[in-house]
């Protein structure tokens, strides 16, 4: 939020709306398909449960209908934001209707999915998040603010900030991975990037922190699932980086479809007002996310769509997102005394603020038109190629990678040549067609390739090295898409199985949007290259990288488990009281090794780094740990180097580790740094079992590290 006080204007505002139109700042709808289909939508839903229709079917006659966007409805005064608008022409059209024919003229936000990217698509924020840099991180984001403005869009649905930890979620591909420091970084670097230095900056968009809250830590990891958590995990893990986000300025918040404990976010007044209003002083607004508030039917906690109005509404719930229960209700809920005018009054007021922050009364259009190439600029392009070279982590290499430029190799899979899956889930308006595949950059770079589509036709060529390209489709991952084995598929590892045997030389190229279970690969293959799905300039960006263009940098922010049955599987767990060992009774699983295939922070490089030499001094409110880093190979790098704390006897238990901070520095060959972090003591505490945030005396140990298993450590005493 800007220090700029509107409160004078809102209130102004308020006093000349009537109850209708105070009901219609709260509704938030898309464009009506009705009309697209010859049958109602109950019933063709019906017929979709029922197997009768496909979601392909449903999706061809969208696309052959001409939507309604509803423009009498916005005339009226009845709608104050629209969802699923990202066509210029379109939002402009609506907006002049807003702004120049309704009683009070009050513009329309355009919610939109800019997740990773709009039309210049960068890696899966899972992938973007292994660069380990806020500044990219700002960047990206400032870049896709600018082509959503450009299209109408003034509210995104991001920066989605769920730690997530269990890799059977679907939507882990969504996040910055598992852990709360880097989340909180992530998130903070979005919002700043999207809403710019101004927000009311035609090109600036609102940012909306979802999914409020807890969302990624769904039971067994299957998607909109229950939620059990302490006040402290929640306060610990999974609040901060909302918290961040707000500091940061974030105009929006969105809560979550799941319950906590037993209560939907979309309801849950501990959470909307307690946290967020009360504690935390958010004034922006809250958005429902899509038909939440209805859904709280089917959680059991709410009867009718009318008793979710009023759940909804008096829990802090501003707008209602599709399922149209404020647009049905909450006019009867205030008119017969059920509802608290103020209750409206409120959410109405958070409304208009965002409004007002974003210029939108001042200027409703946005960006003006003289952009002749507002997409897909060079310069957005070079951004996302650097992007996904920073998002790439090389996790094994015995020796084979860089190739040499006139190597000729084989290229096996039909991940190698399927551009679109390049994008990535959540892409909505990055196109395939835009985007650049392995075989693509190979052949960009004139690469002495030969590509095959499966493994079968790979083997009897006389070529020694080939990459073999497996992993998930974009499909596979992001919403409504968890999986019980997140192992490769059969038809995969057969692929793997067979090069092997042939006795070729294998680089794997994993494309995914989630961790696998890959310890064959781990075991088997001679080099491996996560490439996660790293958008338009993937295949340029990967062809960079194998030939040596460019360094791999990347650090996994996500732990790689040995089984699905290994999940939830993160760095920062608990000791328990009988620790992993040789012993028989300790905790372990008697089918797997104790330690993940690859480790929280993991990546290698085309050079090798050693640490010394840590120290830790103790200042007036912080501890300062440091220690010295070495480039020992031959070529120039650049190593994020992780610092970690562990608290060995506490109240209650304690993380084994905890990441405190980072920093990613340059070294040339055989160049040393001494690398220092100021850690406050105030990032070593805890909730304690009465909710209070104690930072005990004590003993602390601090961790540097390449990743979070391979570190040097210091005691100190607080
Ligand atoms: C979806 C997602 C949310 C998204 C919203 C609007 O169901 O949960 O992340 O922003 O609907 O598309």
């Not at 999706?59 to 066509?87: C, F, N, Q, T």
């Not at 039309?119 to 603010?145: D, F, N, Q, V, Y």
Request: proline share 4%; aromatic share 8%.
């Amino acid at each position: 939020m800007s220090n700029r006080n509107y409160e004078q204007r809102i209130k102004n505002l308020l006093d000349s709306m009537t109850l209708a139109e105070k009901v219609g700042q709260l509704n938030q709808v898309g464009p009506s398909v009705v009309g697209a289909f010859e049958i109602p939508v109950e019933e063709l839903q019906k017929k979709l449960l029922d197997g009768e229709i496909t979601m392909d079917e449903i999706a061809k006659m969208l696309a052959a209908s001409k939507p309604d966007y509803r423009e009498d409805d916005i005339r009226a005064g009845k709608i104050g934001s629209m969802g699923g608008v990202a066509k210029r022409e379109t939002a402009m059209q609506l907006q002049r209707i807003a702004v120049e024919e309704s009683r009070l003229g009050i513009p329309l936000i355009f919610g939109y999915d800019v997740i990773h990217g709009f039309r210049t698509g960068t890696p899966i924020p899972l992938a973007e998040s292994c660069a380990w840099e806020p500044e990219l991180w700002r960047k990206t984001a400032r870049m896709a603010a600018k082509e959503a403005a450009y299209a109408g869009v003034n509210m995104t649905f991001a920066p989605m900030v769920d730690v997530s930890r269990d890799a059977r979620w679907g939507r882990v591909a969504e996040s910055a991975g598992e852990d709360t420091l880097l989340n909180a970084h992530y998130g903070a670097a979005k919002v700043r990037g999207f809403q710019g230095e101004d927000p009311t900056a035609p090109d600036s968009i609102a940012a909306c922190a979802k999914h409020f809250a807890a969302y990624g830590f769904a039971e067994g990891g299957r998607d909109y699932n229950r939620v059990e958590m302490s006040e402290q995990q929640l306060r610990e893990d999974v609040l901060p980086p909302f918290k961040a986000c707000i500091d940061a300025g974030v105009l929006a918040v969105m809560p979550s479809f799941n319950d906590i404990n037993g209560v939907p976010s979309s309801v849950n007044t501990w959470l909307l007002r307690d946290i967020l209003r009360s504690e935390w002083g958010f004034k922006g607004t809250t958005v429902s996310d899509a038909n939440a508030i209805e859904e709280c039917i089917a959680h059991g906690v709410c009867a009718d769509k009318t008793d979710a109005a009023k759940a909804a509404i008096e829990a802090g719930m501003d707008i209602d997102m599709n399922s149209c229960s404020f647009a049905d209700n909450l006019e009867e809920l205030v008119s017969n005394g059920s509802i608290d005018i103020r209750i409206l009054d409120e959410a109405v007021k958070n409304v208009l603020r965002v409004k007002f922050e974003l210029g939108l009364f001042e200027n409703p259009y946005g960006v003006l038109d003289e952009d002749k190439q507002p997409f897909l600029k060079p310069e957005y392009r070079a951004l996302a190629r650097e992007a996904a070279q920073k998002s790439i982590v090389l996790l094994k290499n015995e020796n084979i990678l860089p190739l040499a430029k006139d190597k000729r190799i084989g290229v096996v899979g039909e991940l190698a040549a399927n551009a679109s899956e390049m994008t990535g889930t959540w892409a909505l308006s990055t196109l395939g067609e835009d985007c650049v595949s392995l075989v693509d950059g190979l052949s960009q770079r004139k690469a002495d390739y030969v590509y095959y589509e499966n493994a079968e036709q790979a083997i009897s060529d006389d070529i020694d090295t080939v990459l073999l390209c497996v992993g998930e489709g974009k499909d596979e991952s992001g919403e409504a898409a968890s999986k019980a084995r997140i192992e490769l598929s059969e038809e995969q590892l057969s692929d793997f199985r067979k090069l092997k045997a042939a006795g070729k030389k294998i680089v794997v190229i994993l494309f995914n949007g989630r961790p696998l279970a890959i310890p064959e690969l781990k075991e088997n293959a001679d080099a491996i290259i996560e490439a996660w799905h790293l958008g338009v300039e993937a295949g340029n960006a990967l062809a960079d990288i194998i030939y040596g263009d460019v360094m791999p940098t990347g650090k996994l922010t996500v732990s790689f488990p040995n089984a699905s049955g290994e999940c939830p599987c993160y760095y920062s767990k608990r000791n328990t009281g009988r620790p992993a060992g040789g012993f028989k009774f300790t905790s372990k699983y008697l089918d797997i090794p104790s330690k993940p295939v690859y480790p929280f922070g993991y990546g290698l490089s085309y050079t090798e780094y050693e640490y010394s030499d840590i120290s830790v001094e103790r200042t007036a409110g912080s501890f300062k740990v440091s220690a010295v880093v070495r480039n020992v190979g031959a070529v120039a790098g650049v190593e994020t180097v992780q610092c970690y704390f562990s608290d060995p006897v506490a109240r209650r238990t304690r993380p084994i580790k905890k990441l405190v901070s980072y920093a990613k520095i340059q070294l040339a060959p055989g160049e040393a740094k001494r690398v220092a972090f100021e850690i406050p003591f105030a990032q070593l505490g805890y909730y304690d079992e009465k909710m209070r945030y104690i930072i005990e005396q004590g003993k602390f140990i601090f961790h540097i590290g390449k990743n979070s298993e391979d570190v040097i450590s210091a005691e100190a005493v607080l």
